[in-house]
Antibody, heavy 122, light 107 residues
Framework: QVQLQESGPGLVKPSETLSLTCTVS????????WSWIRQPPGKTLEWIGY???????NYNPSLKSRVTISLDTSKTQFSLKLSSVTAADTAVYYC????????????????WGKGTTVTVSS | DIQMTQSPSSLSASVGDRVTITCRAS??????LSWYQQKSGKAPKVLIY???NLQSGVPSRFSGSGSGTDFTLTISSLQPEDFATYHC?????????FGQGTKVEIK
């Protein structure tokens, strides 16, 4: 069973770059989609984007100019970078294994990491 | 972006009750709809995908229905471990979007 674990700084200063890593265990990273989702305090979930194992990406347009998701198959990790952060980027950040059964196109986040809290503050 | 609207935002129910949560999409999304359960301080867990397919390991008291713009998550007999927040999510088109959540509380 695939397991995911987020890691990275819990505090980032305004205008700096937020960098998080998701380590994958129990499965190959060379398949399916790998997503980042966040949840600001007291708010609903927001999909940030995903990377396919071929390294093609798809980002939320609301964040696209600031987001980069990358894959490191040798380390079975994928990463999130979010530049020029503000207080509005304070959230719990989740990574998730995303799949669509039998190539159906019905994508869903099958396995989630436990989440990591990132606070943007000086 | 496709907007997902859940109702109600919260509800109080007793153990054994039948609970229904509704999710409405701002445009047709066929059956590209998933439901997640999130307990306080925890990551979401998928319950239903493709509108009505029960994820492996999820109790059969959970069921999903609907297509197009209107969807329903039903818990046939509420159990103590079901008190949580439930989210719908569309994957018809990017950006994938979630509903605002429905909090199920103990009456």
């Amino acid at each position: 069973q695939v397991q995911l674990q987020e890691s990275g700084p819990g505090l980032v200063k305004p205008s700096e770059t937020l960098s998080l890593t998701c380590t994958v265990s129990g499965g190959s990273i060379s398949s399916y989609y790998w997503s980042w989702i966040r949840q600001p305090p007291g708010k609903t979930l927001e999909w940030i984007g995903y990377i396919y194992y071929t390294e093609s990406t798809n980002y939320n347009p609301s964040l696209k100019s600031r987001v980069t998701i990358s894959l490191d198959t040798s380390k079975t990790q994928f990463s999130l970078k979010l530049s020029s952060v503000t207080a509005a980027d304070t959230a719990v950040y989740y990574c998730a294994y995303t799949k669509a059964p039998y190539g159906s196109g019905y994508y869903y986040m099958d396995v989630w990491g436990k989440g990591t809290t990132v606070t943007v503050s000086s | 972006d496709i907007q997902m609207t859940q109702s109600p935002s919260s509800l109080s129910a007793s153990v054994g009750d039948r609970v229904t949560i509704t999710c409405r999409a701002s445009q047709s999304i066929s059956r590209y709809l998933s439901w997640y359960q999130q307990k306080s301080g925890k990551a979401p867990k998928v319950l239903i995908y493709a509108a009505s397919n029960l994820q492996s390991g999820v109790p059969s008291r959970f069921s999903g229905s609907g297509s197009g713009t209107d969807f329903t998550l039903t818990i046939s007999s509420l159990q103590p471990e079901d008190f949580a927040t439930y989210h719908c999510q569309q994957s018809y088109s990017t950006p994938w979007t979630f509903g605002q959540g429905t909090k199920v509380e103990i009456k």
